[in-house]
């Protein structure tokens, strides 16, 4: 079973920030959250990871709490390419092995409207 | 660097009859994942290989599916007989793995089979 609570559904406005909520209550001390998108028939794709501080890359931002207890993902200026599911995992994965295998669970979508 | 390669694109059959699908991962990448993704689910783990060698395959229903990974490259993955409920998006993943800090995995764009 996945370890993540993701909202089913949410709707952005294009140009506007979208923030994509994850409960991850169970999280351990040594696993990474990671976040992955999937477009409409192409296989999920990477955004973007971290443990415990804050990161930024050129595709998103993700927010991470001090308890690493939730995380939030920031899409900061939303275009109607960002319709995706997005998926919230949590994974030992840098440590390789059957640890490091990612469990999607059903994630959210997200629907970037004009 | 080119992407995770995958064929066929789609695939019909009928009920009790095999098929096959082929993977072939990111060059240098010794972990190759096959998942199967039902339609409206996250994709779900099938089986991990490290080099060519079976990590995880304990979602793997065996008793049907069959995959390899012979010389540690390219990977195929079998189902004989097929199931109406075997109609899914076969994705195939592959990662560097190891001890090394990286960015998860790359997909491929998957095989979309019905069974019919």
């Known amino acids: 079973d996945a370890k993540t609570t993701q909202p089913p559904s949410m709707d952005c406005a294009e140009g506007r920030a979208a923030n994509l909520p994850c409960n991850h209550s169970t999280i351990s001390g040594n696993e990474y959250v990671y976040w992955y998108r999937q477009i409409h028939s192409q296989g999920p794709q990477y955004i973007i990871h971290?443990?415990?501080n804050n990161e930024t890359n050129e595709m998103a931002s993700l927010i991470i709490t001090e308890d690493r207890k939730s995380s939030t993902l920031i899409l900061p200026h939303a275009t109607l390419r960002d319709t995706a599911v997005y998926y919230c995992?949590?994974?030992?994965?840098?440590?390789?092995?059957?640890?490091?295998?990612?469990?999607f669970g059903k994630g959210t979508k997200l629907s970037v409207k004009p | 660097e080119a992407g995770v390669a995958q064929s066929p694109r789609y695939k019909i059959i009928e009920k009790r009859q095999s098929v096959a699908f082929w993977c072939n991962p990111i060059s240098g990448h010794a972990t190759l994942y096959w998942y199967q993704q039902i339609l409206g689910q996250g994709p779900k783990l099938l089986i991990q290989?490290?080099?060519?060698?079976?990590?995880?395959d304990s979602q793997l229903p065996k008793d049907r599916f069959s995959a390899e990974r012979l010389k540690g490259v390219d990977s195929t993955l079998k189902i004989q007989p097929a199931k109406l409920e075997d109609s899914a998006v076969y994705l195939c993943?592959?990662?560097?793995?190891?001890?090394?800090?990286?960015?998860?995995?790359?997909f491929g764009s998957g095989t979309r089979l019905t069974v019919v």
């Open positions: 290989f490290q080099n060519n060698g079976v990590v995880d």
């Open positions: 995992i949590v994974s030992h994965l840098p440590y390789g092995g059957s640890q490091g295998n990612l469990i």
């Open positions: 993943a592959s990662s560097a793995g190891g001890l090394v800090a990286n960015y998860g995995y790359t």
């Open positions: 971290g443990l415990k």
